[in-house]
């Protein structure tokens, strides 16, 4: 059995229009996240924005979700349940204007990670009760990578969320690898950057340092070495029943397992 841990760190795909210069030198999803993995990253969320076509995004969740195999890293789909249907990844995270939970649970294979999004404890204990398994908690600080977000709701607000609901929290919104440990110190399971890491001079730097803050350094002793290694019929399907064991509860009307485990 592999590892049953959520990953601390989930790396989203910058797919930004940049009107100027790129923010980074590797400012390509495809690179940023191929820097990312090699890094030790265990998880990514391909975040196609509204300019890609379904068609756009389909292939940047294709390309993004092979290399998540060939590192044997998790890799979740935002917002579009039915492109990660179509790459066969390993779940969705959806919030307030996206499909609910409990829809998606309904068409995602059993044991996909579905990540929903809070801002305060009733919004997690909603998520949680349409079958969540982690909850993307933020924005913890100020970003700029998304616009018309609410006013961040700083490491109170997250330390809030943590004491309401018993599913990992991934802290979101201006996480740098000292915040990240700040968010850890708070409660929060892990986090979830974009800009950290797309933006970042080094990628791979970065994912390394932000790895150590979560206290999942590439170089320290893993659950299950095997995880980063592709082996012989090993698929994103595997992956998935492997996560899924950690889950605590059955609910009750669909026989789903959820809540992958906090440790
Ligand atoms: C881990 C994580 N947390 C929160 C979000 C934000 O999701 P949402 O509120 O649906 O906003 P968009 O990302 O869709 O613009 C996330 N993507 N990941
Ligand atoms: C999608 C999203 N939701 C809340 S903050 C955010 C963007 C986070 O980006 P960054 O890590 O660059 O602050
Ligand atoms: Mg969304």
């Not at 492997?242 to 906090?262: F, I, K, M, Q, Y």
């Amino acid at each position: 059995m592999r590892a049953t841990r959520l990953p601390r760190l989930h790396v989203i795909t910058d797919t930004r229009v940049l009107d100027a210069a790129p923010v980074g030198p590797l400012h390509d999803p495809i690179i940023a996240t191929e820097a990312a993995l090699a890094a030790g990253a265990r998880l990514v969320q391909i975040r196609p924005e509204d300019h890609y076509t379904d068609r756009a995004a389909f292939d940047l969740a294709a390309a993004i979700a092979a290399l998540c195999d060939q590192y044997g890293a998790a890799c979740l789909v935002n917002d579009r349940v039915h492109i990660a249907q179509a790459v066969g990844a390993d779940g969705v995270h959806l919030g307030a204007d996206d499909l609910p939970i409990d829809a998606a649970r309904r068409i995602l294979p059993p044991a996909s990670i579905i990540g929903g999004t809070a801002r305060d404890p009733e919004s997690a204990r909603a998520a949680r009760r349409a079958g969540a398994t982690y909850l993307g908690v933020g924005p913890v600080w100020g970003t700029t990578t998304k616009t018309g977000l609410p006013q961040p709701i700083g490491l109170e607000g997250l330390a809030a969320v943590c004491e309401a609901v018993d599913l990992p929290v991934i802290a979101i919104g201006g996480i740098t690898a000292e915040r990240a440990a700040l968010c850890r110190a708070a409660g929060a399971h892990g986090v979830a950057v974009v800009g950290a890491i797309a933006a970042a001079a080094d990628p791979r730097q970065a994912t390394v340092e932000l790895l150590e803050a979560v206290g999942e350094s590439p170089t320290a002793g893993r659950e299950d070495d095997s995880r980063n290694t592709r082996t012989a019929g090993d698929s994103r399907s595997e992956r998935v029943r492997a996560v899924g064991a950690g889950h605590t509860e059955e609910t009750p009307d669909t026989g789903l397992l959820r809540g992958v485990g906090r440790a």
